[in-house]
């Protein structure tokens, strides 16, 4: 298993302005994945971010608007830019662990635009 | 890509009744189902997962079938208790996915009684 945690767990922002969200994990993997989570909604993956690597991205999600970081095997960002209403979500951290490759989620990041 | 569909999107039962959750998935070439639980206010938790090189797995008061000819996956809860309240997600991923993408189903709302 993995034990992730995420900063900030909680913030109200202002419309316009840009939130960066932290991840990290207890050990060392290969991927990690952002998801968004709006209101009583699934899971929607945002990007795949793979440590020495460009993140790759989902239909509908640019990385104008949510840059990703990922500097080692144990950390990584998710900026939030120039954020609306629209961006009020709770955006989950996620990790794969190899051997047996499960997949861990961070207790998320709960956003609100006003 | 592959697609996966839940029900039911709510589940009340009586404390000590079982629970089963129903999802299906498009891709024949998926090859491991997990199964989390999100608690209110929490990142989604990891509870039972299966390959598709096995039909059923258990783990407790907790149980997994999977139907690979029917592309069909459930989850059995057996004599709930009131803590297993939660959101319930299902996910398939599928060997066509270079980056080991989770798609994950609509959510059940399990509700149990005291």
């Known amino acids: 298993s993995a034990v992730i945690s995420q900063k900030p767990s909680r913030d109200i922002c202002q419309r316009g302005t840009s939130l960066t969200i932290q991840c990290q994990v207890d050990?060392?993997?290969?991927?990690m994945f952002w998801y968004r989570q709006q209101p009583g909604q699934s899971l929607t993956l945002i990007a795949t971010?793979?440590?020495?690597?460009?993140?790759?991205?989902e239909s509908g999600f640019v990385i104008d608007k949510f840059p990703i970081s990922r500097p080692n095997l144990t950390f990584s960002t998710l900026t939030v830019s120039n954020m609306s209403p629209e961006d009020s979500s709770i955006y989950l951290c996620?990790?794969?662990?190899?051997?047996?490759?499960?997949?861990?989620f961070g207790p998320g990041t709960r956003l609100t635009v006003t | 890509g592959e697609n996966v569909e839940q029900h039911p999107s709510t589940l009340s039962v009586q404390e000590g009744d079982s629970a089963v959750i129903k999802c299906t998935y498009s891709?024949?070439?998926?090859?491991?189902f997990p199964w989390y639980k999100q608690e209110l206010g929490k990142g989604p938790q990891l509870i039972i997962d299966i390959r598709s090189n096995v039909g059923e797995k258990k783990d407790q008061r907790i149980a997994v079938t999977l139907n690979k000819t029917a592309k069909h996956f459930s989850l059995h809860i057996t004599e709930t208790q009131p803590e297993d309240s939660a959101v319930y997600f299902c996910?398939?991923?599928?060997?066509?996915?270079?980056?080991?993408?989770?798609?994950f189903g609509t959510g059940t709302r399990l509700l149990v009684s005291p």
């Open positions: 996910a398939a991923r599928s060997m066509n996915t270079g980056f080991q993408k989770l798609v």
């Open positions: 996620s990790v794969l662990v190899p051997n047996p490759d499960e997949q861990y």
């Open positions: 050990s060392q993997v290969t991927m």
């Open positions: 891709d024949s070439a998926s090859n491991y």
């Open positions: 971010a793979n440590q020495g690597s460009e993140a790759t991205y």
